[in-house]
Nanobody
Framework: QVKLVESGGGLVQAGGSLRLSCSAS????????MGWYRQTPGNQRELVAH???????RYADSVKGRFTISRDNAKNTVYLQMNSLKPEDTAVYYC?????WGQGTQVTVSS
């Protein structure tokens, strides 16, 4: 089972940017898919973005054009670059892969 550790969350004003990082204990190049999800209180965890080992990506409609997921296989790290942040992006963001979840990192966007 892979261990995932997120970092990079914080407080930012609307229109600002943040970059989340997820460091994996294993070799991520062998992981078919890695993803970012987010969750707000009282709601289910929802997909934000997926990164596939063949280079493909997939995004939730709400973040298309604003967020970018990428991998650095040499560092066993996956990133989520978030631009043009909106208050509705406020959530705990989780890294996921191989049936494992990270501990989550809080992102708060003020209006």
């Amino acid at each position: 089972q892979v261990k995932l550790v997120e970092s990079g969350g914080g407080l930012v004003q609307a229109g600002g940017s943040l970059r989340l990082s997820c460091s994996a204990s294993g070799i991520i190049s062998t992981l078919y898919v890695m993803g970012w999800y987010r969750q707000t209180p009282g709601n289910q965890r929802e997909l934000v973005a997926h990164s596939f080992s063949d280079g493909n990506t997939r995004y939730a409609d709400s973040v298309k054009g604003r967020f970018t997921i990428s991998r650095d296989n040499a560092k066993n790290t996956v990133y989520l670059q978030m631009n043009s942040l909106k208050p509705e992006d406020t959530a705990v963001y989780y890294c996921w892969s191989a049936a494992s979840w990270g501990q989550g990192t809080q992102v708060t966007v003020s209006s």
